[in-house]
T-cell receptor, first 113, second 116 residues
Framework: SQKIEQNSEALNIQEGKTATLTCNYTNYSPAYLQWYRQDPGRGPVFLLLIRENEKEKRKERLKVTFDTTLKQSLFHITASQPADSATYLCALDLGRGNTPLVFGKGTRLSVIA | EAGVAQSPRYKIIEKRQSVAFWCNPISGHATLYWYQQILGQGPKLLIQFQNNGVVDDSQLPKDRFSAERLKGVDSTLKIQPAKLEDSAVYLC??????????????FGPGTRLTVT
């Protein structure tokens, strides 16, 4: 069966450390993988998109990797801040035009000062 | 640029009642999505429109849910009659490009529905 799993429901880290979130998938062949941030009571906000032929993508303190052999994406936040506390969702984009995104359950990140 | 607008933000109804949600996507966005997000889960697609046509409604419980997108702009999602398990946040999202992958989606704030 098709599955998309994010490694843990909740992750607590200290301010200044690097947070690493994992997204694994089974029986999908995504052409792209997207990461979103969701704050309580709000809709998800797009952060980064990585293509299947890209190994790594960076944006400011964010870094995403995509390993199609391992069927895994890692999402890193360096020098984490309390303002980074939120739920982070990964989403598979199968790349067939009108096919919708498939979302994981999300990981709730808490950065402790 | 204004974001995706949704109303109401909150709604409490009793089971077997009906409810409607409204979404106004970002101007010019061709594709509109309705998602259901149950507490602790990721968003799950209910229906996808491209302009005013339905692209994917395979996960919409059609015996009780209906949606329309008149004139390819605003959209409404209706539940009639509601069940307890329909308690969730209903998210509307849009994307500028139709029929092409690899573009981010813009989400509205959602409508939190509680069915008692």
């Amino acid at each position: 069966s098709q599955k998309i799993e994010q490694n843990s429901e909740a992750l607590n880290i200290q301010e200044g450390k690097t947070a690493t979130l994992t997204c694994n998938y089974t029986n999908y062949s995504p052409a792209y993988l997207q990461w979103y941030r969701q704050d309580p009571g709000r809709g998800p906000v797009f952060l980064l998109l990585i293509r299947e032929n890209e190994k790594e993508k960076r944006k400011e303190r964010l870094k995403v990797t995509f390993d199609t052999t391992l069927k895994q994406s890692l999402f890193h936040i360096t020098a984490s801040q309390p303002a980074d506390s939120a739920t982070y969702l990964c989403a598979l984009d199968l790349g067939r035009g009108n096919t919708p995104l498939v979302f994981g359950k999300g990981t709730r990140l808490s950065v402790i000062a | 640029e204004a974001g995706v607008a949704q109303s109401p933000r909150y709604k409490i109804i009793e089971k077997r009642q009906s409810v409607a949600f409204w979404c106004n996507p970002i101007s010019g966005h061709a594709t509109l999505y309705w998602y259901q997000q149950i507490l602790g889960q990721g968003p799950k697609l209910l229906i996808q429109f491209q302009n005013n046509g339905v692209v994917d409604d395979s996960q919409l419980p059609k015996d009780r849910f209906s949606a329309e997108r008149l004139k390819g702009v605003d959209s409404t999602l209706k539940i009639q009659p509601a069940k307890l398990e329909d308690s969730a946040v209903y998210l509307c999202a849009s994307t500028v490009v139709a029929g092409v992958a690899g573009y981010e989606q813009y989400f509205g704030p959602g409508t939190r529905l509680t069915v008692t």
